[in-house]
């Protein structure tokens, strides 16, 4: 399955529509030369909505994808891919 066909789609194009302003606003406060602190909080505010959606992407792919594979018998795939994620999001 791919997150095309997932129930939260509308609603994660929605958020990241969002992020997409609030990336766009952190060009505008840096170009203005707007305070370091103002600007820290914002990049931390887009750092956690996009944490938000690697979230639920990840809950997806761990209820559909990973279970399939599983099912499959490609067991060995699904943990090579859950483990690269984990690392991923360490970084």
Known sequence: ???SKHKSKDK???RLKIIEG???????????GAYCIDIITQTSAVKQALSGIEDVVMENHLNTCAIDQIKAGK???ARAEILKVYRLKRR
Do not use: C, S, T, Y
Not at 22 to 32: A, P
């Open 1 to 3: 399955m791919n997150f």
């Open 12 to 14: 994660l194009a929605r």
């Open 22 to 32: 609030q990336v766009r606003g952190l060009g505008d406060m840096i170009e203005k």
């Open 75 to 77: 067991g060995n795939r």
